[in-house]
């Protein structure tokens, strides 16, 4: 039993840090590159995206985090019981999970305006 939970945490900072990156590159694609500068208000606005980066992404990859346990719980764990490569088919399935998301963060945020 701790092993579950031990191995879902993983899938969990995983899936966390999955949403994290998708947000550093959807920001960096709508807004271009990150200038840092010293002082001033190129600082804060370095600030700004940073923990707005964070925020968001961690919402991101808790969705994502959320659909793969529940995909994992109730179908893949029954299905790979026996499977040498169950990790790699877990890994796949946790990116597809993300492109779903990050389809479905789209068509929220850009199509119907909702986030």
């Given at each position: 039993m701790l092993k579950h939970i031990l191995t879902y945490l993983l899938?969990?900072?995983?899936?966390l840090l999955i949403g994290i990156g998708y947000m550093r590159l959807v920001w960096r694609l709508v807004l271009g590159p990150?200038?840092?500068?010293?002082?001033?208000?190129?600082y804060l606005w370095h600030l700004f995206?940073?923990?707005?980066?964070?925020?968001?992404g961690l919402w991101v990859g808790g969705a994502i985090a959320?659909?793969?346990?529940?995909?994992d719980v109730f179908y893949l764990r029954k299905k790979l019981k026996n499977n040498p490569k169950r990790t790699v088919i877990r890994l796949a399935a946790l990116l597809i999970?993300?492109?779903?998301?990050?389809?479905?963060?789209?068509?929220?945020?850009?199509?119907?305006?909702?986030i």
């Open positions: 899938w969990t900072v995983l899936s990150d200038a840092v500068s010293e002082e001033g208000w190129g995206l940073t923990v707005g980066t964070i925020q968001v959320i659909c793969f346990v529940l995909l999970v993300t492109v779903l998301v990050a389809i479905v963060h789209y068509l929220l945020e850009k199509v119907i305006d909702v």
